[in-house]
């Protein structure tokens, strides 16, 4: 009885302590699920051992203030294995999860806690996780999304090494991670994981992560390898909708392409991976097929960059790149015509520092841009790029090489000038200043003006570029070039210039240039090679009015020979021995229209010879007007002190107009004003008149006005005539291509009339056996006469013929018996001049001319 009583106190106290555990279990559960805000836990087909629990189906919904959580689940495997009292959870296996998380009403918007990296792996986590397929739909930037996958985890007895393999899928896209984390020793872990996006291999990175002995800092290295860029355009759509990226105009992804990275990062604390302190970093990218970049181009080729971090601040260490750019976006035709390039290749290598850099942090580098279109240009710079502020760009010594194509601008043809600048400078946002080195050049094989053949050729220009600065302004933002500006001295050679007024030869100009995008402006001393030099001042806009003004001197005897070597106009038997003339011109050249030329040739006391002629003293200006071939010529006011041709004539006075085309200069319009000159001590005059030169022969209604007949005689000193007494009359003038000729002149003499006196001997063959021509010849020795009246007339072969009519007496003879005389004269004038000018009467250079002629005369066969 007692030993049954026992039994039954122990059957009671067994069932009051499971009572109690089952109230303490329940108990226990409840808090559990209230501790996790768990409102609903529901199961079926539970099988339970003592190493496994399978359910075929769970439910579970989870309710905070910020999100609601459900869960369902099924055929959900779990095994685990017993270390003494202590169970270790080794697999979890799900054949479908299904998470749904909202936010709800109540949530407000607050700071994500930083990630914290556990100090180890929590010793509840199975040692297997396997979830065959999940959908979840989570919130997001959008709402809510939806994520599909399947997830498989697994880690070592101690925790490490952590392998995982996620799969998910959107749409028809796939991307799987794989990744492993392993302790390579005590501090460092060493992480493997690879990504793949639709069955390829797309990603792999590599990296290790080291703590300090005491665990205050961190240094995290590693190696990413993008072997072959997928098509990812729907995976960043995709992305946009977790976490939006504030890219509008990001560019599409390129078609193929490679990319690799490396770095070594010390952490300022061992979970500070976004807030790194020290390290370096190299980039690698590799774009074989060309990606298009909107307003750009398309880019292909390969790139490399290294970078490093020092106290928190990045810097470029160095970089190096060949790049193609091809299809280039509308930025292009910002430029003119004739710069725009079709391709661009560039070439980027790591070079030494620029002394003119020092002190501020740069990255150093050699760029060679290769530009192919209708300019062939090539650029190799030296540069230093900086890395923070101010963000100046610095160039060494530098070359730009450009081969344009044949140009036209204003009216003028270029053929293919090429340019060789070699410079140093620098460059801002909005300022580029450069400035050229020896041996920098422009070189042009042939310069011309289609609109006028007034406007010289030039061959074989070549301009020396050195030391003159470039500066230019431009946005960034819009990407305009606003000016362009190549201004300071310069050399112009050009091997030969050809042009209708001058002779062929080389030139050269040397003053200041100034080039800009719509044209250019020299100002300086252009000089022949023949000697002859002019100011110039050009102002040549591209497409606007060409204007130029040019000023020079021509001095005595060297300016003569000087300039006879370059006026093709230059008549070959002047020459000038004294005084000053100054030109002064003023060319204008609109677009399509005739070169248009103002200018003013001024004499100051010119003395010279020509032909067989000399004169002095020419004073005066001369207006010139050209308009495509219309030249007009205005002498207001001319003056000359003498011109003797063997008799001295002068001065003379005169002014007038000459209109005329430059291709035949001497057919134009003469239009003259009174014009006067001293001859023989009387004067000499010519009206008012207009002649056109084109329809000769011209007549010029010569006046005379008391001429000295004493002067007159003179001009035969071998034949010992003598006479006093003046003369007038008209002397018509008629010129022409066949020369000189007069026709029907007169000369009269002034009353009282006078005296001639000619030898006896001159009438002695003719007086002999005839008394009344003995006493002609008597009374000739000293005649008086008041009457002598002469008709001149004289051919284009050079003869002169004198019809005299002679009345007067010799008061000595016959008691002054009354004398009428008619006397015919022939001379040869040529023949007198000549004789005249080698007498000397006109000066050395003449007589030595004269000379020279009669020698080549009589040479002649």
């Known amino acids: 009885m007692k030993s049954r009583n026992v039994g039954i106190l122990l059957i009671v106290t067994l069932v009051a302590v499971m009572a109690i555990g089952a109230l303490v279990i329940r108990h226990l559960w409840l808090d559990l699920l209230q501790t996790h805000n768990i ?10 051992s003592s190493d496994a629990l399978t359910l075929n189906r769970f439910s579970l919904h989870q309710q905070q203030t910020e999100r609601d959580v459900t869960i369902e689940g099924n055929q959900l495997d779990l095994t685990w294995r017993w270390e003494g009292f202590t169970p270790h959870v080794t697999t979890l296996a799900l054949n479908n999860l299904q998470i749904d998380v909202s936010k709800t009403a109540e949530t407000a918007t607050t700071e994500s806690p930083r990630t914290q990296l556990p100090t180890r792996i929590p010793g509840w986590l199975p040692e297997q996780v396997t979830v065959r397929a999940f959908h979840a739909t989570l919130p997001c930037a959008a709402g809510t999304c939806p994520v599909d996958g399947s997830l498989s985890a697994s880690h070592g007895p101690e925790g490490l090494p952590l392998k995982l393999k996620l799969a998910l899928q959107h749409d028809e896209h796939r991307v799987e991670i794989i990744s492993t984390l392993e302790q390579l020793d005590t501090d460092t872990l060493n992480l493997e994981s690879s990504l793949g996006i639709d069955g390829h291999h797309t990603l792999s990175i590599t990296s290790d992560y080291m703590r300090s002995g005491d665990n205050d800092t961190a240094r995290w290295s590693g190696k990413l390898d993008l072997p072959k860029l997928p098509r990812t355009d729907w995976l960043l759509a995709w992305l946009q909708q977790w976490h939006p990226i504030s890219i509008p105009d990001l560019p599409p992804q390129p078609d193929t392409g490679k990319l690799s990275a490396q770095w070594d990062l010390a952490l300022s604390a061992p979970e500070a991976f976004t807030r790194p302190q020290s390290g370096t970093v190299t980039v690698n990218a590799h774009i074989p097929q060309p990606w298009p970049l909107p307003t750009v181009g398309a880019l292909a080729g390969d790139a490399a960059l290294s970078m490093t971090l020092e106290q928190g601040q990045w810097r470029v260490d160095t970089g190096q790149a060949d790049l193609q750019l091809n299809a280039l976006g509308d930025w292009v035709l910002k430029l003119p015509q004739f710069l725009r390039p079709k391709a661009l290749n560039v070439s980027i290598r790591p070079a030494e520092a620029i002394p003119e850099a020092d002190g501020q942090p740069t990255l150093p580098l050699q760029i060679a841009i290769a530009s192919r279109g209708a300019a062939k240009a090539d650029i190799q710079a030296h540069v230093a790029i900086p890395t923070e502020a101010p963000w100046i760009v610095y160039f060494g010594q530098s070359r730009l090489q450009v081969a344009f194509p044949q140009m036209s601008a204003g009216g003028w043809s270029v053929s293919r000038p090429k340019l060789d600048l070699r410079f140093t400078g620098q460059a801002d946002k909005n300022t580029l200043t450069l400035t050229s080195a020896a041996p920098s050049s422009l070189t042009i094989p042939e310069l011309s003006n289609a609109g006028s053949d007034q406007w010289p050729l030039l061959r074989g220009l070549a301009a020396n570029l050195r030391s003159l600065p470039l500066t230019a302004n431009y946005d960034t933002a819009d990407k305009t070039l606003s000016s362009l500006t190549l201004k300071g001295p310069a050399h112009l050679t050009v091997a030969q210039l050809e042009q209708p007024q001058l002779k062929p030869q080389s030139w050269q100009f040397d003053g200041d240039v100034s080039a800009q995008l ?57 020459d000038i021995t004294e005084g000053t003339a100054t030109l002064d011109a003023h060319l204008t050249q609109r677009k399509n229209k005739p ?58 006075t005169t002014g007038g107009t000459y209109e005329t085309n430059t291709t035949q200069l ?29 329809a000769p022969p011209i007549r010029l209604p010569l006046e005379a006005h008391n001429l000295d007949l004493s002067q007159l005689m003179q001009l035969y000193p071998a034949r010992n005539l003598s006479g006093t007494g003046t003369l007038s009359g008209k002397i018509p003038v008629w010129l022409g291509p066949e020369g000189v000729h007069v026709e029907s002149g007169a000369l009269k003499a002034e009353a009282p009339g006078g005296r001639l006196t000619l030898p006896g001997d001159r009438f002695q ?32 072969e050079g003869t002169l013929q004198l019809g005299l009519h002679i009345e007067g007496n010799n008061p000595k003879v016959s008691q002054g018996q009354p ?32 000379k020279k002629w009669l020698e080549e005369q009589q040479s002649a066969p």
């Open 39 to 48: 409102r609903q836990l529901d199961w079926q087909g539970l099988d339970l």
């Open 518 to 574: 719509d044209g250019l402006t020299a100002n300086g001393i252009l000089k022949a090679k023949s000697g002859a030099q002019a100011r110039l001042d050009l102002n040549a806009p591209f497409a606007g009015t060409i204007t130029a003004d040019a000023s020079t001197r021509i001095s005595g005897k060297t300016g003569s020979k000087t300039w006879s070597k370059t006026l093709n106009q230059w008549p070959a038997l002047l």
């Open 595 to 652: 070169l248009q030329l103002k200018g003013t040739l001024n004499f100051e006391n010119i003395s010279g010879i020509y032909n067989r002629m000399a004169w002095t003293r020419l004073n005066g200006p001369v207006n010139v007007g050209l308009s495509d071939k219309h030249l007009i010529t205005r002498f207001p006011a001319l003056t000359l002190e003498s011109l003797n041709p063997g008799i001295p004539v002068g001065p003379i």
């Open 666 to 694: 001497t057919r134009g319009q003469l239009t003259l004003a009174p014009t006067t000159s001293d001859l023989l001590g009387g004067t000499i005059r010519l009206g008012p008149g207009s002649w056109d030169l084109s």
């Open 765 to 796: 063959a003719i007086a002999q056996g005839n008394q009344a021509m003995a006493l002609v010849a008597e009374a000739m020795k000293d005649f008086h006469y008041s009457v002598l009246d002469s008709t001149i007339d004289y051919d284009r």
């Open 819 to 850: 004398v009428v005389l008619n006397i015919n004269i022939e001379e040869n004038i040529p023949a007198l001049l000549t004789s005249l000018q080698l007498s000397g009467r006109v000066n050395d250079a003449v007589t030595e001319r004269v």
